[in-house]
């Protein structure tokens, strides 16, 4: 085995060769996101310190910024005790994580039954990305 390449080897990729990456505010430890990680998003997260994702709905790899400037800048990789998940520890420039110009995904709660938006938009996505 390449030596380089066992840390990859002990993840243990699902069916589609994924994994779940949660993002998560180096300093506040707010969760910022959960996105998907093929082998090759992985690697080039820890080669460069950059987000690195799998976009299941693009079905392609996308570095986390690319076109919001928002990147993420990793401080730190973790794999859960069952190597089946990891966690990024990130510096989330700009302090918007979400194409909803959220902070962060998890920005709605279950009140009553219903989901409400709890938190700000704190720049509208119009004016991160444009008419898309």
Known sequence: ?????????????????????????????????????????????AATGCAHYWSRSRGRLWRKGESSGHVQHVHEIRLDCDNDAVLLQVEQTGGIACHTGHERCFHQRLDDGAWHD???????????????
């Open 118 to 132: 709890v938190e700000p938009v704190l720049k509208d996505p119009k004016a991160i990305y444009g008419d898309r």
């Open 1 to 45: 085995m390449n030596a380089s390449q066992s840390w990859l080897d002990a993840v243990r990729w699902n069916a589609d060769g994924l994994i779940a990456a949660i993002a998560q505010d180096a300093a506040s430890g707010r969760v910022l996101t959960l996105a998907w990680m093929n082998r090759v998003a992985l690697e080039r997260t």
